[in-house]
């Protein structure tokens, strides 16, 4: 009796701990599921911030190219500074 007692001792040992371990694996194999779904989401919010920055940095140079203009700046002169072109006589030619 005491035979079969210990054998049935060690069978529901050997079956907790397989139990345990696949549950143990089971676990695992969810949280890497669950970290791999949510690096994947991190990845496309940083994709889509970049467009975003990509667009704005385009936005930024066309601006910068109107401002650099020299038609906007000569009009500016002129109409907000009241600058003119200097006449032969302000003109000074250094050797």
């Known amino acids: 009796m005491k035979r ?3 054998r049935n ?6 079956w907790g701990f397989l139990m345990l371990f696949f549950i143990a694996e089971l ?8 970290q791999c779904t949510r690096v994947g989401y991190e990845i496309t919010r940083a994709a889509e911030t970049q467009q975003q920055r990509l667009r704005l940095q385009n936005n930024l140079k066309i601006e910068l190219a109107r401002l650099k203009s020299p038609a906007r700046i000569a009009t500016y002169a002129r109409e907000r500074l009241g600058l003119r072109m200097p006449t032969p ?3 000074i030619v250094l050797p």
């Open 4 to 6: 079969k007692r210990k």
């Open 9 to 14: 001792l060690k069978q529901i040992g050997l």
């Open 27 to 34: 676990l695992l194999y969810t949280w890497s599921r669950v």
């Open 89 to 91: 006589e302000q003109t």
